[in-house]
Nanobody, 117 residues
């Protein structure tokens, strides 16, 4: 069973930064896609940042230029660097992994990010 463990959330003032980590129990060398999704109060869960196996990235318009997704293959970990945080970034953040030739995707446990004004 694949496990994804998230860390790095917390409380930060507007304009501050946080770095989220999601460590997998399986090698990400053959990963198809990895992403960070978030669910804010009263809103549906939406993609914030996504990276495919070839390194291509996609970002929601609301975070473009402020968030950066990256990976460390040696640590089987995907990161989300969040800068210039805004109160509207407040949400529970979930990582999601999809390995090549795998019918299933896997979710992290979710981690709270709260940005105060």
């Amino acid at each position: 069973q694949v496990q994804l463990v998230e860390s790095g959330g917390g409380l930060v003032q507007a304009g501050g930064s946080l770095r989220l980590s999601c460590a997998a129990s399986k090698s990400i060398f053959s990963i198809n896609a990895m992403g960070w999704y978030r669910q804010a109060p009263g809103k549906k869960r939406d993609m914030a940042a996504r990276m495919t196996g070839d390194g291509s990235t996609n970002y929601a318009d609301s975070v473009k230029g402020r968030f950066t997704i990256s990976r460390d293959n040696a640590k089987n970990t995907v990161y989300l660097e969040m800068n210039s945080l805004k109160p509207e970034d407040t949400a529970v953040y979930y990582c999601n992994f999809h390995w090549s030739a795998d019918l299933y995707t896997y979710w992290g446990q979710g981690i709270q990010v709260t940005v105060s004004s």
